[in-house]
């Protein structure tokens, strides 16, 4: 890493790309020096993921150079830059789900390395970040937080000079971002360079030294993000004032409405999570979180709640009074369940259909758009329109089909979807995965606003903030057992944070 700290490592200069109807990025220039964490900051379509493409040369700019220790390059392709020592962790992995952890290591990297060394390798690399990994599981059992922590040592075995990282801590519980952090400052100070994207503006503000924001793909400013609030970059993201959750100035329960009681359910398959024991009331007007590490049982409780997995004893959930625990998703919607799974599509929604379709898909029944047998078309174009408009969801219409939607546009569609149906009990899974500032800031407050009409609202999240400045209860997931509840004004974050590694007084038992 001999670059002198005058020269930059990596040098942007006039960056263009676009695409059909789209300026992705228009002339952007910006440089990273030596031993700096550079943090590249954004609304969803900023422009993030199309420059870092550039720089890792999976796409080619249009116009513009990019100079590396001083010299004008041109990056091929991954590997060509990877071969400068440059490596990138990726937000959507690419991993082969049917092979081990150390096969798909052993395939991301460019020489053949033997078997025994790399492994050897690996578990050097992990010991040194506190990334635990088994080697030889098969990635399709593996939980979105242990995918993303291949794709960091897959990147860390290569030495990089500039190591890019996407949205890094999204499936990191507090205490594994602090270890994260101090392997990152460690690379800064070995002199490797690091190029951060998040959303989470405290963590650029805990970790960064620079940070270049991006608006509608061209570059708004470059600033030290140690000066600026948190809020003053959000701001400088959406060009705009960020708006505060309103609430109702006294906020007082209802009756119970949601009541989990013992509800065990066994594993689905050899690593998934089984749910043991889990018991909770949720009040009509209250928001009650569900914290924890991707991988612990959170899917597996939303199917339980939603209907979508039967539970086996009927009275292991009740809604309104009434024992729901046998009936399925269809039938719990007739008792005014509706959710949000974590999956968007292909679960939340079918990506074929349209809008108005999907609309169908839960809100047939409780907006009455079926008569007679037969499904009222116009009924559910007229109710698409209207969460398309509720949510600024960008689409050309109700015709639209979800497959054209960004992930944050079909997650405000989905939200939106299951939220103005007015439902009783409203269970949702990472209700903002993907969705940048403003629209996050959207959906919490119309989250906000269900429950003060009376709702029960369960929101699983692994974004700790999330549920802190939304949530009035919360209680932590892990290995499939719930936590106590705790009034989120009464939390402590390094409890939470123990609780979500799994410190319940006893260690987790993992299937193996």
């Not at 002199?191 to 963590?203: Q, R, V």
């Amino acid at each position: 890493m001999s670059a002198t700290s005058e020269t930059a490592r990596l040098q942007l200069t006039g960056i263009t790309k676009r695409f059909p109807g789209v300026l992705a990025n228009d002339h952007v220039g910006f440089s990273v020096r030596p031993g700096e964490i550079h943090a590249l900051l954004g609304e969803n379509g900023a422009g993030k993921s199309t420059l870092v493409k550039m720089i890792y040369g999976i796409m080619q700019p249009d116009e513009g150079e990019i100079r590396w220790n001083g010299q004008r390059i041109t990056v091929a392709n991954p590997k060509a830059a990877r071969k400068l020592g440059i490596g990138m962790v990726f937000q959507h992995f690419s991993l082969f789900e049917a092979m081990t952890v150390l096969e798909n290591i052993a395939l991301g990297m460019d020489a053949k390395i033997p078997q025994r060394e790399l492994e050897g390798r690996i578990t050097a690399v992990m010991s040194q970040y506190g990334l635990k990994l088994e080697p030889q599981r098969i990635v399709s059992t593996l939980s979105v937080g242990e995918r993303q922590r291949i794709e960091i040592v897959r990147a860390l075995l290569l030495n990089p000079s500039l190591l890019i990282m996407d949205e890094p801590t999204s499936v990191l519980t507090p205490q594994e971002v602090e270890q994260l952090f101090v392997v990152l400052r460690k690379l800064a100070a070995e002199g490797c360079s690091i190029l951060y994207i998040s959303h989470k503006l405290h963590e650029i503000k805990a970790l960064c030294d620079t940070a270049t924001i991006l608006r509608g793909g061209k570059l708004v400013d470059t600033c030290d993000p140690k000066v600026e609030t948190s809020r003053s970059m959000a701001e400088k993201m959406i060009g705009g004032s960020l708006k505060d959750i309103q609430r109702g100035a006294s906020r007082g329960f209802g009756a119970e409405k949601l009541k989990v009681q013992s509800l065990s359910l066994a594993a689905d398959g050899p690593f998934g999570t089984a749910l043991k024991d889990i018991s909770f009331t949720v009040r009509a007007g209250e928001i009650f979180g569900i914290a924890g590490v991707a991988g612990n049982g959170q899917n597996a409780l939303l199917l339980a709640l939603s209907g979508e997995e039967p539970n086996l004893d009927h009275a292991s959930v009740t809604v309104d009074g009434v024992q729901v625990g046998q009936m399925h998703a269809r039938a719990r919607r007739g008792q005014g369940v509706a959710s949000v799974p974590e999956e968007r599509n292909g679960h939340a929604a079918v990506p074929i259909f349209s809008l108005a379709d999907n609309a169908i898909l839960t809100a047939r029944d409780r907006l009455g758009m079926v008569r007679a047998g037969l499904i009222d078309p116009k009924a559910a174009r007229t109710y698409a329109g209207e969460v398309i408009e509720a949510f600024a969801v960008k689409a050309t219409g109700p015709g639209a089909m979800a497959e054209s939607l960004s992930g944050g546009n079909l997650q405000k569609y989905i939200m939106g979807r299951e939220i103005l149906q007015k439902p009783s009990v409203l269970v949702v899974s990472q209700p903002t995965w993907g969705v940048d500032a403003g629209a996050a800031a959207a959906i919490h407050q119309a989250l906000v606003d269900l429950a003060a009409t009376g709702s029960a609202i369960v929101v699983i999240s692994q974004d700790l903030d999330e549920l802190l400045s939304l949530c009035d209860t919360l209680a932590v997931i892990n290995g499939g057992r719930l936590s106590k509840p705790m009034k989120v004004s009464e939390a402590k974050i390094d409890e939470i944070g123990l609780l979500m590694g799994g410190i319940h007084g006893e260690e987790p038992a993992h299937a193996h």
